[in-house]
């Protein structure tokens, strides 16, 4: 696990501030956080936390959650890095096919400054193995501090074969140091494993054959093309040298952040022959691979799934898939916006072993944590699914738990929101039948509607006037659940509020007598049925 001095000096070779870096390793530790308590651990006044929160937001390293109050999390330490990563890609791109012409035209541009001499700093292109490992042992011979290398396995079996590992040894017993980046998997065990104990040696996956070395910080030997075979006289295998500081330290900053993700390879080849899964995290930017390992994911669990989404129709898979994995007495926990077009799919989930709540906060997010041991997190970008993380690193998933539970806490029971969802929707029958009625006899009827009166304007849920009376108003409150004494109560003001007022209480939750009687004092009208048709008759017959 990394620790918060490594990070922050990491963040700082990055070209991040000191104050900035401590700021976003504090927040991830800490995860979604308010800026009072940004204030109160760094001593400083609410104001100046904003400030700085905003800058880390401007430039990509913070994101704010909405609510009430406004709380920041650290951006993905590999977005980051990502973000760096792909600017040094492009640069290394540029520098590869534009070298003649870069120098020349930096040349003529610093004409009338002091030049660097020829041998201050050159761009040199090496075509053949033989050169570029000639070169490269060369380079290792001269080391005085540290060897920074990423390569192929099948690449460090042909630089064993050109006796790297002898260059290796040495530099290692006069107190140097050396590290090793390269892809490890079954077929390249026997390649790594002479190099494991001899320096220090981390995974990293890579997509196609590369290679480049950075000595001291000073040098760097870059693959432009690679022939990955075995052949030790291919002329496929073209090397960039330079010198130039500004892309030495560009390359070693890439290094750096890919080393300081990368799993170390024993662990890494235990976990290969064990089975055992190896600590990592990974990026996606195809939304198809999001869709598979999502529901990879929901398949190989066995006891839990938290699931935390913007609106269930956004998952990559349904409900009645998720509720088979629950029927393997796996426990559910989804955290999710409702709306009326997704609360009857919600509804008809019946399994007990998955429990819906509603999210206080409106999130793009989508957050996937199984058994505890994995989590996946999906960023929406340009409103494309497209930015994935995942990581079974403890840390992280214990971080990712956080956030879930955080949410967890603020959210409501789905089944109340259902509750409510249904009375609502035994109010909107009444109030339309109503409406449809009385509009059929030319009256003027308000659904909502509002009276003014002479401390403050009313609500209702309906609101009708007779043109043959139009100077009296029909206010009809209708009453689906909770406490038709506490309604009646609210209500009392309303006889001396409002003039020309008839006031009717509407109730499909049973009346006892002690409400009567204080309807009665009131002067309000209440009337009670068991259905909304039968309390529609009755409505109507009460203002007729």
């Not at 104050?19 to 530790?29: G, N, P, R």
Request: hydrophobic share 40%; aromatic share 6%.
């Amino acid at each position: 696990m990394m620790s918060t001095e490594r990070l922050t000096k990491l963040l700082q070779e990055l070209g991040i501030e000191k104050t900035e870096a401590e700021l976003y390793v504090f927040l991830s530790a800490m995860g979604p956080t308010p800026a009072r308590i940004v204030a109160r651990r760094f001593n400083q006044n609410r104001m100046k936390s904003y400030r700085d929160l905003k800058t880390l937001e401007e430039k990509g390293l913070v994101q704010s959650l909405m609510g009430r109050p406004i709380r920041y999390i650290a951006t993905p330490l590999v977005d980051v890095l990502n973000r760096q990563r792909g600017g040094l890609k492009r640069k290394l791109n540029d520098l590869e096919q534009n070298s003649k012409t870069l120098i020349e035209e930096w040349k003529n541009l610093a004409s009338g400054a002091a030049q660097p001499t020829e041998e201050e700093s050159r761009f040199r292109i090496f075509q053949g193995r033989q050169q570029v490992f000639d070169l490269l042992l060369d380079m290792c011979d001269k080391a005085e501090e540290e060897v920074r290398l990423v390569t192929t396995t099948r690449d460090l079996a042909r630089l064993s074969l050109w006796g790297i590992e002898d260059r290796f040894k040495l530099l290692v017993q006069r107190g140097k140091k050396v590290r090793v980046l390269t892809q490890i998997d079954a077929n390249g065990l026997k390649e790594v494993e002479p190099y494991i104990g001899l320096v220090e040696t981390r995974h990293v996956t890579l997509s196609t054959p590369i290679r480049f070395a950075i000595i001291d910080g000073k040098e760097t030997l870059t693959t432009v093309a690679m022939d990955d075979s075995m052949s030790m006289t291919t002329k496929a295998d073209t090397g960039l040298w330079t010198d130039a500081s500004s892309y030495v330290a560009a390359m070693r900053i890439f290094f750096d952040a890919l080393w300081s993700l990368a799993p170390d390879a024993a662990s890494m080849i235990f976990s290969i022959k064990t089975g055992e899964p190896n600590q990592e995290i990974m990026t996606y930017m195809d939304k198809q691979e999001y869709i598979s390992l999502f529901r990879e994911m929901i398949e190989r669990a066995s006891n839990t799934i938290d699931i935390m989404v913007k609106n269930t129709t956004t998952l990559p898979m349904s409900l009645e898939e998720l509720q088979a994995a629950a029927e393997k007495d796996v426990k559910i926990r989804i955290l999710t916006k409702t709306d009326p077009g997704t609360l009857p799919q919600i509804g008809k989930i019946t399994d007990s072993n998955i429990v819906v709540a509603e999210n206080a906060v409106t999130t793009d997010i989508v957050l996937l944590t199984i058994d505890e041991k994995e989590s996946l997190m999906n960023v929406p970008y340009k409103g494309e699914q497209n930015r994935t993380v995942w990581s079974n690193i403890s840390a992280y998933v214990g971080t990712m738990l956080l956030i879930f539970k955080d949410y967890w806490d603020l959210g409501q029971p789905i089944r109340d929101k259902m509750q409510q969802a249904v009375q609502r929707i035994r109010v909107e029958s009444v109030t339309q039948k109503i409406k449809e009625d009385l509009e059929g006899k030319k009256w003027i009827v308000e659904v909502p509607g509002t009276i003014s009166g002479a401390s403050k304007t009313y609500l209702f849920d309906v609101v009708a006037k007779n043109p043959k009376e139009a100077e009296v108003n029909f206010c009809i409150d209708i009453l689906a659940e909770g406490s038709v004494f506490n309604r009646i109560v609210e209500r009392g003001t309303l006889n001396t509020d409002l003039k020309s007022t008839k006031f009717v209480l509407a109730s499909l939750v049973p009346l006892k007598p002690e409400e009567l009687k204080l309807a009665e004092l009131y002067q309000i009208h209440v009337t009670y049925a068991e259905t909304e048709e039968e309390l529609v008759s009755s409505i109507l017959k009460r203002i007729k």
